[in-house]
């Protein structure tokens, strides 16, 4: 059985960081690119970031370019968002999803295997 959990959500104030872990089970980890998207209360899914399997690339929504770095540590089977100056407009259920092919990264569709999110509230 497949699962993706995310960790590392919370309260924080504005101009602050967190970490976010992905883990992974049932899968190998290095086998998918992963992205992280992002829902706020009454919108639709939005792109955050994406890392390809190796982690030789990396891309941003530029509303995080700058302050929002991923990552990923296959041999733990993670993957991570480091976030940092936070602001109120990023809080938001965070999910990280997997993806085995190569596709359209920002669509959520496209991801094979999704966690059930983690938090971020960001207070100013």
């Known amino acids: 059985q497949v699962q993706m959990v995310e960790s590392g959500g919370g309260l924080v104030q504005s101009g602050g960081s967190l970490r976010l872990s992905c883990e992974a089970s049932?899968?190998?980890?290095?086998?998918?690119?992963v992205g992280w998207f992002r829902q706020a209360t009454g919108k639709e899914y939005e792109f955050v970031a994406y890392?390809?399997?190796?982690?030789?690339?990396?891309e941003y929504a530029d509303s995080v370019k700058g302050r929002f770095t991923i990552a990923r540590d296959n041999a733990k089977n993670t993957v991570y968002l480091l976030m940092s100056s936070l602001k109120p407009e990023d809080t938001a259920i965070y999910s990280c999803?997997?993806?085995?092919?190569?596709?359209?990264?920002?669509?959520?569709?496209?991801?094979?295997?999704w966690g059930q999110g983690t938090q971020v509230t960001v207070s100013s």
């Open positions: 890392i390809s399997w190796t982690g030789g690339a990396t």
């Open positions: 999803a997997a993806l085995m092919r190569r596709a359209p990264v920002i669509t959520p569709a496209a991801y094979d295997y």
């Open positions: 049932g899968i190998k980890l290095s086998a998918y690119a």
